[in-house]
């Protein structure tokens, strides 16, 4: 199961258009009046739940002009808050493409015993809560915690400072480049990397030139939905760094600070920045799934 | 060679890949959830009662779940009908329709919060009229409710949309020829073969609305008993350096979640014999 | 190279895909392994090239034990049954995939390695898609391409998974008569899977019949055709009528009345006759051993093919010449010119 975006692919409904607006007497549809009000429904819902948000967070962001947005965005804060924000999103998403490639090999190319428990596993961080996943290390690394004597003993700052920040945020995203993978490689099977074994190609090699090739849209796609989560992540990052200002507030810290101080026009200037960045996301993940699907392999 | 590797291999790495897997999945996920468990029982099973029923916590847990609850049967019955209309009628935008249905899951849940609020709040466009007409969302728990709905949107349509395309356009056919009523068909053919993949949006969503925090914050209004949500209140007894009573408050959440992922498995397997038969 | 397996063993969970299988492949031979699906075929293949580890035995590489190495180091070159063709790579670059990986210091060079895949590309006949990728080529074209990619590595041994699995019958027709001339021309050791008798018989110097993980016969074509050594390879190849019957003391009985054959060297009990096709003699009711009514006649090709009921009780098809007049409601009298009983119901 996946409880995350993301996981759940966008399925394409176009093949079955023609052949449903061919037929007008179809046994499958319902009459007019229906249809109209199940259509009205739909397009209400989502206008009112998804797009006026969206929309809001832009007219609140631009609401004192243009100037008052980029001053916002200048501000010394902000920027410290994004350059943090890039690092944490760098980290987390370098070391789960190495675990996430990892696993997905061993997953994937492999039978072994408990295979669906191991994905299991994977996937739990998606169904624990965000506060949660940044209590867990708060326990760990806190003044009371597990090791906090200990690092305190050897002046090692771990909660409220960048490392807590980043396991936090690997953490709530390590399942995305392995739930992206796995699928897909299974489904390619093992055949070409058989392939190229018995032509003389060494371990390194047949990754190298056979695999990755075979899944790069694959691995994009699950470094992008794991960078957007990281960048975006709020609840977890929110109990481990401390809001030391302009050192531990990553930007979505920042959109609530200056929320509460009644800074709307800065808060939603950042919190612009963050829906921009869900945008391209979504874009980029439309345009990547169809070339997965190209890479899924078609019996012919 | 450990226990799990599979007999001598053609393809190399399974040694390196796997222990890489499993190394870093117990530093980072095991561990730290583990140590979760295992500061709970610091607490007397008498002290975790009293944490877990205290007033506060129980109005927490309850508002969460209790409007988890809601807003997940909202997102059901919406839920279906944004499936259907995506997949069964043409209509302009509905591309970009489908398209934004994935929203709410891109968008960082500050920013989530922080636009439902605006949105709702008395002089917000929405809560404008809705405040006229006698009904205040923003800071009620009818916000958390509203927030709630938001975020779950995406796990029904997309958990339904694969099947209901999949399903077999003959068996409606089939039905039709048999004189049954468009109404008998949907309600007796389509939806009995979406249940199971209804059951697991339906699951989902809720799962992800009851640990949900950052959309729901700003709406809340955070008033103890009234509007304050589960993992707020962990935030608060963080805070407060009660980790005892956080601990506790995260262990009932988490065992929960666990109950959720396990039922959504075996509904699962079950949809899948189901189909194979 | 000659190629030997000595008991070899291979089980899958519960499943036995070869219990104790012994085989011997002569230098330069062309042989076929032959089955229905699931009689172990593919995996004693799989095992040879070093793609799959038997629980137990021996594979030998010209007496030598090929099991110590890998499937990287065996230098044998196997043919997929999907082709598995990288996809991403043009037909120039799968075919130079082999010689690409080498290590370097006995790598060819740029040049060497272009003019080799050039030589094989024009040996497969297929030089003018060097630059097409596999998703644009036909079927029998990723077939050809899937074997010059597996001759780059000049291998010792040749191995095809199913050669003409996936292709529509005329293709299937072509790339037999090819691959045998090819396998002339180049003279390596092969041995190629199918489940298709027809295919086995044709191309292969020998034919290795195989069934539940075990071997039943090997042969020439011309003898696990003539002379199938078991019940099952005499169903299994060839179109044959069997007839249920029982044996006591030489004599054969069909539900209780004597046949007017013999049965020499058959153990006592229920057996199985089996008679080809075409080997049934039709005659006039009163002459031969077995009689019936015809029920149904169809002629097509040099044959005519005719349903007879008999009057022991069973149904049966023969073939019967096209100038042999048969109707509907002919009382006939059948006799096997050639039979062959074997023990078991």
Not at chain 1, 275 to 300: C, F, Q, S, V, Y
Not at chain 3, 196 to 223: C, F, T
Not at chain 3, 260 to 266: K, P, Q, T
Request: hydrophobic share 50%; glycine share 8%.
């Amino acid at each position: 199961m996946s409880i995350e975006m993301t996981l759940q692919r966008t399925p394409d409904t176009s093949a079955r258009s023609l052949a449903e607006s061919a037929a007008r007497r179809d046994p499958r549809a319902e009459p007019t009046v229906v249809r109209y009000a199940i259509i009205t429904l739909a397009v209400g819902f989502l206008s009112i739940f998804v797009v006026l948000p969206l929309v809001v967070v832009f007219v609140e962001a631009f609401g004192k002009g243009i100037a008052a947005y980029f001053s916002a965005l200048a501000d010394p804060e902000a920027w410290s808050a994004i350059r943090l924000t890039l690092g944490v999103a760098a980290v987390s998403v370098g070391t789960n493409l190495v675990f996430g490639l990892a696993a997905a090999w061993a997953i994937a190319k492999f039978d072994f015993p408990g295979k669906t428990f191991l994905i299991t596993l994977i996937d739990l961080p998606f169904s624990v809560s965000p506060v949660i996943s940044g209590l867990v290390f708060v326990l760990l690394f806190g003044a009371q915690g597990f090791f906090g004597p200990w690092l305190q003993a050897h002046d090692l700052q771990i909660l409220f400072a960048f490392p807590g920040i980043a396991l936090a945020t690997i953490f709530v995203t390590f399942p995305f480049v392995a739930r992206a993978l796995i699928p897909l490689m299974q489904e390619q099977g093992t055949q070409e990397e058989e392939a190229a074994i018995s032509l003389g190609a060494s371990g390194l090699q047949t990754f190298f030139r056979v695999t990755l090739p075979n899944i790069k849209w694959g691995v994009l796609y699950g470094v992008l939905l794991c960078n957007a989560r990281a960048m975006g992540e709020f609840g977890a990052v929110s109990v481990v760094s401390g809001h030391v200002r302009g050192e531990t507030n990553t930007m979505p810290l920042l959109v609530e600070i200056l929320y509460n101080e009644y800074q709307m026009v800065a808060s939603f200037a950042i919190a612009s920045l963050l829906a921009m960045l869900a945008l391209i996301t979504l874009i980029a993940k439309t345009i990547l799934e169809r070339n997965i699907d190209g890479d899924m392999p078609h019996d012919d | 060679m450990s226990v799990l590797a599979p007999r001598r291999s053609t393809l190399p790495g399974f040694g390196l890949t796997m222990g890489l897997t499993l190394t870093w999945l117990s530093l980072i996920v095991l561990i730290p959830l583990a140590g979760l468990f295992v500061r709970s029982t610091d607490l007397s099973l008498v002290q975790f009662w009293d944490i877990v029923t205290s007033r506060r916590t129980l109005s927490a847990l309850k508002i969460s779940f209790g409007l988890s609850f809601a807003a997940a049967c909202v997102n059901l019955v919406m839920g279906t009908i944004v499936v259907w209309a995506l997949v069964r009628y043409r209509f302009p935008g509905r591309r970009l329709f489908d398209a934004i249905v994935d929203v709410p899951f891109a968008l960082p849940t500050a920013v989530a919060g922080v636009a439902l609020t605006a949105l709702f709040a008395q002089k917000g466009w929405l809560g404008a009229p809705l405040a006229a007409a006698g009904i205040k969302v923003a800071f009620t728990p009818l916000g958390i409710f509203i927030a709630m709905i938001f975020i779950g949107i995406p796990f029904v349509v997309r958990t339904v949309q694969p099947v209901l395309i999949d399903l077999d356009p003959e068996i409606e056919e089939a039905a039709a020829s048999l004189g049954a009523s468009r109404w008998h068909i949907v309600t007796k053919v389509i939806l009995p073969s979406l249940t199971p993949a209804l059951l697991t949006g339906f699951a989902l969503a809720f799962a992800r609305a009851v640990g949900e925090y950052g959309s729901v914050i700003f709406i809340a209004g955070n008033l103890p008993n009234v509007s304050e949500i589960a993992p707020l209140l962990i935030v608060i007894r963080l805070s407060e350096f009660r980790y005892a009573d956080a601990t506790a408050i995260a262990v009932v959440m988490l065992v929960v979640a666990f109950v959720i992922i396990f039922a959504v498995n075996r509904l699962q397997r079950w949809a899948q014999a189901q189909a194979s038969t | 190279m000659t190629i030997e397996a000595r008991g070899v063993v291979k089980t899958f969970g519960a499943f036995k895909a070869l219990d104790g299988v012994d085989l011997k492949v002569a230098n330069g031979e062309l042989l076929a392994l032959l089955g229905p699906s699931g009689s172990g075929k593919t995996t004693l293949l799989r095992i040879i090239a070093g793609l799959e580890w038997p629980d137990a035995g021996e594979i030998l590489f010209d007496g030598e034990n090929a099991l110590d190495r890998g499937a990287r180091e065996r230098h044998v070159g196997f043919v997929f049954q999907h082709y598995a063709l990288f996809r991403h790579m043009s037909v120039f670059e799968n075919v130079a995939f082999g010689l690409r990986v080498q290590p370097r210091r006995i790598r060819k060079s740029e040049a060497q390695i272009r003019a080799r895949v050039k030589e094989l590309l024009d040996l497969v006949q297929l030089d003018w898609l060097a630059d097409r990728y596999p998703s644009q080529l036909s079927g029998g074209q990723r077939q050809r391409i899937a074997l010059a990619r597996a001759l780059a590595i000049e291998p010792r041994i040749l191995l095809l998974d199913e050669p003409f699995g996936a292709l529509d019958a005329k293709v299937r027709k072509e790339l037999r008569q090819w691959l045998r001339t090819l396998h002339h021309s180049i003279n390596v050791t092969s041995i190629f899977v199918t489940h298709d008798q027809e295919e086995a018989l044709e191309v292969a110097h020998r034919v290795v019949v195989m069934d539940k993980g075990r071997i039943e016969q090997v042969g020439s074509p011309g003898d696990v055709y003539d002379s199938p050594a078991t019940a099952f390879v005499h169903g299994f190849i060839g179109e044959s009528i069997m007839l249920p019957v029982e044996v006591t003391g030489g004599a054969v009985h069909l539900n209780g009345r004597p046949l007017d054959i013999v049965a020499e060297g058959v153990a006592p009990g229920a057996s199985t006759l089996f008679v080809r096709r075409h080997d049934m003699l039709v005659g006039p009711a009163d002459s031969g051993t077995l009689h019936g009514a015809v029920t149904h006649v169809r002629s097509f090709g040099p044959v005519q093919r005719a349903e007879i009921a008999l009057t022991e009780g069973s149904t049966i098809e023969i073939d019967a010449p096209r100038d042999r007049d048969l109707r509907i409601g002919d009382r006939v009298g059948l006799k096997p010119r050639h039979y062959r009983i074997f023990a078991g119901g």
